[in-house]
C-alpha cells in the first residue's frame, strides 16, 4: 500500500500516453501548438506497461489513460489491452476529446473499461470551433451517442470560460436530464502554454449559484472517497453533475492520485514541477526493487495541497506549463 506523509492512500495512477492533441483548446495550448517530445524521449509501450505493473504491485488498482489526446498515439488500444489485463486492476478508464474515440469503443468494452472522460465544453458547434480551433463537434457528439449505446459509463468535463461558454452551462445541465451522464464544471487553470493569467470569474461558488438559479430544487449528492467534484443531483434528471475546484483547489485534502508524464516523470501533484523520471530509471537498468523504492521516496515529499506545491516551483518562467504536456 502506497502511503503519503499525510497519511493519504495513493491507488489512482494517470498516466499520459502522449503530449499531442488534435484539438488547440485556448484553455490548454496557443493556437499553433507546442514544441512536442521527441519520439526517443516518450516512454515506449513497454515501459509504460512495466510502470504501471510495479504499481498495481505497490497496491494502485485504478489508472486512467490521458493525453494529449491518448488515441493520436499509435497503437495504444493495444497498450490499453495490455495494461486491461494487469493483476491487482479494478479499475481502467479514459479521458479523450471523442476525435479519434468512435471507432474503439467496442474493443474499450471488450477490455473492461469502465467509463469515460469526455472533454466537451460546449453543446453549440460555433462555439465549438472558437475554443477548440477545430471543426469537429459533430465527432465529438457521435462519440457520445456510440459510448452510451454501448453501456459504458459518461463523464462530461466542460472547463467554465468567461466570455467563451457560459452560456451552455444550463443547456449541459439539461443534458443529464434523459441521458444517464455526469456532467461536470471545472474551474480554469493557468495550463495553456502560454503567460495568459486566469482570472478565475467563475469560480466554484459562483457556477453552483448560477445552476441553483436555474434549478433551485437542486441537492448534494454523496462523494465518493478522492473526489475531486462536489456532486449534485436534480431531482427527476437521470445523470448527475459536478463542479470542481481546479483552481481553488478544495479537494486536495483527501487525494489519492499521481501523475506520470508522457516522458515518464512521476507527478504528485497537477502543480508541482519536475519529479523525478521513472523513464530514465528504467533506461540505466533499475530493478523492479529500486523503482519501487524511488516511488515510496517520491511520493513521501507528496504536497500537503496544490498551494504548497505551488510555492514549491522555483522556476522563474512565466510561460504555463499546458495541460497536455502533464495529463491533465
Not at 465518493?224 to 445523470?239: A, D, E, M, W
Not at 519529479?275 to 533506461?283: A, S
Request: hydrophobic share 35%; with cysteine.
Amino acid at each position: 500500500m502506497l502511503t503519503d506523509k499525510f497519511g493519504r492512500h495513493i491507488n489512482y495512477l494517470r498516466l499520459a500516453v502522449v503530449d499531442r492533441c488534435n484539438l488547440r483548446c485556448t484553455y490548454c495550448m496557443p493556437e499553433k501548438g507546442l514544441n512536442w517530445i521527441k519520439q526517443d524521449e516518450l516512454m515506449t509501450d513497454e515501459e509504460m506497461l512495466r510502470i504501471c505493473s510495479v504499481f498495481t504491485d505497490m497496491g494502485v488498482d485504478k489508472i486512467r489513460i490521458t493525453g494529449g489526446e491518448p488515441f493520436v498515439r499509435k497503437n495504444s488500444i493495444e497498450l490499453i489491452q495490455k495494461i486491461s489485463k494487469l493483476n491487482g486492476l479494478s479499475d481502467l478508464s479514459i479521458t479523450t476529446n471523442g476525435l479519434l474515440t468512435e471507432q474503439y469503443i467496442p474493443q474499450l468494452k471488450k477490455y473492461g473499461i469502465q467509463s469515460v472522460n469526455l472533454s466537451l465544453d460546449t453543446l453549440d458547434s460555433d462555439r465549438f470551433f472558437k475554443i477548440t480551433r477545430r471543426n469537429s463537434f459533430n465527432k465529438v457528439m457521435k462519440t457520445l451517442d456510440r459510448l452510451l449505446e454501448h453501456d459504458i459509463k459518461v463523464k462530461i468535463n466542460t472547463v467554465v470560460m468567461e466570455g467563451q461558454n457560459i452560456e451552455d452551462i444550463i443547456p449541459l445541465v439539461l443534458l443529464t436530464k434523459d441521458l444517464p451522464v455526469d456532467v461536470r464544471f471545472i474551474e480554469e487553470m493557468p495550463f495553456n502554454g502560454s503567460n495568459t493569467e486566469v482570472s478565475l470569474q467563475w469560480n466554484f461558488a459562483r457556477i453552483y449559484q448560477h445552476i441553483k438559479e436555474h434549478f433551485p430544487e437542486i441537492q448534494k449528492s454523496e462523494d465518493p472517497k478522492g473526489s475531486t467534484s462536489n456532486n449534485y443531483k436534480i431531482p427527476g434528471f437521470l445523470g448527475g453533475i459536478g463542479i470542481i475546484a481546479a483552481y481553488t483547489r478544495s479537494f486536495c485534502g483527501d487525494c489519492n492520485r499521481i501523475r506520470i508524464t508522457p516522458s515518464g516523470i512521476l507527478r504528485t501533484c497537477l502543480y508541482e514541477q519536475g519529479g523525478v523520471n521513472l523513464k530514465n530509471e528504467i533506461r540505466a537498468g533499475k530493478t523492479d526493487k529500486e523503482l519501487k523504492d524511488i516511488i515510496i521516496s517520491t511520493i513521501h515529499k507528496k504536497p500537503k495541497d496544490g498551494w504548497e506545491a505551488e510555492k514549491l516551483n522555483l522556476s522563474s518562467s512565466h510561460i504555463h506549463q499546458s495541460m497536455a504536456t502533464i495529463g491533465g
